[in-house]
Structures are given as structure tokens and as C-alpha cells.
């Protein structure tokens, strides 16, 4: 029903900059949420950033102060502002689609690989 294509990914030194984006299509109207999570070999997958329908957003402490979520319902798509970026920071990251109701379920993009090396 819904389609997540992420964008923006790539190479950057610390304390550099990127956006990654996320366009969506399909069933959109059912999204409750979008958000950014990130994976690094080893690591279990985590949360990074979230933002609501009623567009309230929240940060994994990491990130406070670093990233920005946001969206553009216009284009139908979710973007993470990452500046100040650590080694740390390195890892493949997902956008998530969730739809909550009865039964919640959640859509996956297929990944952008962020890699912050000097």
C-alpha cells in the first residue's frame, strides 16, 4: 500500500553536513507517523527521529540538537537535516511509515548508507 524510496545518502567528514530524503506514494492518507531509524554492523536497529500526523517531533539523545526532522506534504515526502555528523553517526539509515489502528504496521524504505570518515 505504501512505497518509502529514500535519497541522500553518501561520504562527509566530521562536523560536515547531509539531508537525507524520503519520498512516499501509495496509500499516504494512512500514515499516522514517519521517522528516521538507523543500523550500524553489529548494533541493533534504533530510533533517530520521529515526527507525527499532528507534526510533533522527537529525537533520540544522540541526535538532540544535531538533526532535524521535517516534511513536506506537498511533495509527499520526510526529510533528516543531519549537521555536526560523528564517526558515530555511521550507519545505514531507514525511513519508517507507521500506520496505527486495530493493528499497527509498519513500512520500510530500503536504506541509505551514511558514512562519516576523515
Known amino acids: 500500500q505504501v512505497q518509502l524510496v529514500e535519497s541522500g545518502g553518501g561520504l562527509v567528514q566530521p562536523g560536515g553536513s547531509l539531508r537525507l530524503s524520503c519520498a512516499a506514494s501509495g496509500s499516504i492518507f494512512s500514515i499516522s507517523a514517519m521517522g528516521w531509524y538507523r543500523q550500524a554492523p553489529g548494533k541493533q536497529r534504533e530510533l533517530v527521529a520521529v515526527?507525527?500526523?499532528?507534526?510533533?517531533?522527537n529525537y533520540a539523545d544522540s541526535v538532540k540538537g544535531r538533526f532535524t526532522i521535517s516534511r513536506d506534504n506537498a511533495k509527499n515526502t520526510v526529510y533528516l537535516q543531519m549537521n555536526s555528523l560523528k564517526p558515530e553517526d555511521t550507519a545505514v539509515y531507514y525511513c519508517?511509515?507507521?500506520?496505527?489502528?486495530?493493528?499497527?504496521?509498519?513500512?520500510w524504505g530500503q536504506g541509505t548508507q551514511v558514512t562519516v570518515s576523515s
Open positions: 519508517n511509515g507507521r500506520r496505527t489502528g486495530w493493528v499497527t504496521y509498519d513500512y
Open positions: 515526527i507525527t500526523s499532528g507534526g510533533s517531533t
